[in-house]
């Protein structure tokens, strides 16, 4: 009987579906962004253009559209934020984006690890 049951939910979860992309289909907006999408991908095959050939045009145009691209399509991920870090007691500056920092390491076991935290500048 479970079988059964799975059987029927699944079915009305289909029908749900099937009036909500219905309803999807009949939204003007939708229709434009379909219709822009399919001239995008005309224009690729006529000019023989990949999508990343088309993103490297985009990014030439906008640079803006390529920086946050870039980053996820090369599979790294962004760069910690540059910290500061002035000793008061002798002057030392230390940059750094990493919490592991050798000098960083001497100075919170000397002078602890919160009066280090508060030596960090913005």
């Not at 059964?4 to 962004?33: C, S, V």
């Not at 760069?79 to 002057?91: A, I, S």
């Amino acid at each position: 009987m479970a079988k059964i049951n799975d059987y029927y939910q699944k079915k009305q979860l289909m029908e749900k579906l099937a009036a909500e992309l219905e309803k999807l289909e009949e939204d003007q907006a939708l229709k434009g962004e379909l219709e822009f999408e399919n001239k995008v991908r005309d224009l690729m095959k006529e000019y023989d253009k990949s999508p990343k050939d088309v993103l490297q045009i985009l990014s030439a145009i906008d640079p803006s559209v390529g920086s946050a691209k870039s980053e996820t399509a090369s599979g790294g991920r962004a760069k910690r934020p540059l910290k500061t870090y002035k000793n008061p007691h002798t002057g030392e500056v230390v940059k750094t984006r990493g919490g592991n920092h050798k000098t960083l390491n001497e100075w919170r076991n000397k002078y602890g690890k919160e009066a280090v935290q508060s030596w960090q500048e913005n």
